[in-house]
């Protein structure tokens, strides 16, 4: 998946799923800027993998367009150009009825993947029509296609919905610059989240055969798949939604 000398922008680096993203980039070669809201988090990534000259730490909120602007001239200045960006960045709410959901909730769903998305979106294309390539990744989730009784995320779901319907817009307007849009669909990932679930016995054996691969998702499942959709290998592959779900949306 040789991605040498591509640079890409990864959003919620921070975050388990983020860095294990970072980790493959650069193992393929790819120069990555990192960002998220945590710059202890983002220096740790950093100075875990070492090598400062295929990382750029940029902290900053993607809610916040001065903050977007600010990192794209950043890596215009150091790089002049951005081939990928990976749309990773993501909050969920504790599950809860939608009347009782309160509106700071419902924001701070809407801001992170719904604005976030279309402002880091909006601010690389002007880049990306100009060499007349490039590459989006949108990471949404399985509850943006389906309900799962007994666990009420209705904003989450309908942001990550709203994040798969915008994927197949992308992909179709800017198809004619050669820039290509995907989604992927991740159901549960192993995550420090849900670390208490995974050390109660039971609970692992219920969570892990309602899958039909009998197992939850590892942040390299979504990893492994982003470098396929950033590399050659899928040059035809635009506006689709690729379900890393252990099989439980056929289900």
Request: charged share 20%; with cysteine.
């Amino acid at each position: 998946m040789n991605l040498r000398n591509k640079v890409a922008i990864v959003t919620g680096a921070g975050g388990t799923v983020g860095r294990d993203i970072t980790k493959s980039l650069i193992s393929e070669g790819c120069k990555v800027v990192i960002n998220g809201r945590d710059a202890k988090k983002l220096n740790s990534l950093s100075k875990e993998i070492g090598n400062k000259k295929d990382i750029l730490v940029l902290p900053g909120d993607i809610t916040k367009e001065g903050d977007v602007l600010n990192m794209i001239e950043q890596i215009t200045n150091n790089y002049n150009k951005i081939d990928v960006l990976i749309n990773n960045a993501g909050v969920i709410n504790d599950p809860k009825l939608f009347h009782e959901t309160t509106h700071d909730e419902w924001m701070s769903l809407i801001n992170v993947h719904v604005i976030g998305t279309l402002q880091m979106t909006k601010a690389v294309l002007p880049l990306m029509v100009e060499n007349r390539d490039g590459c989006i990744i949108n990471i949404s989730s399985t509850l943006g296609t389906r309900a799962i009784p007994g666990v009420p995320l209705s904003i989450y779901g309908l942001t990550k919905g709203g994040i798969i319907s915008f994927t197949k817009h992308i992909a179709v307007e800017y198809g004619q610059y050669g820039i290509r849009c995907n989604c992927i669909v991740p159901s549960t990932i192993r995550t420090p989240f849900l670390e208490p679930f995974m050390k109660d016995e039971n609970a692992k054996k219920t969570l892990e055969s309602s899958f039909p691969l009998r197992r939850i998702g590892e942040p390299s499942d979504i990893s492994n798949t982003i470098l396929f959709l950033c590399s050659e290998k899928s040059k035809w592959i635009t506006g689709a939604e690729m379900n890393i779900d252990g099989g439980i949306t056929a289900k």
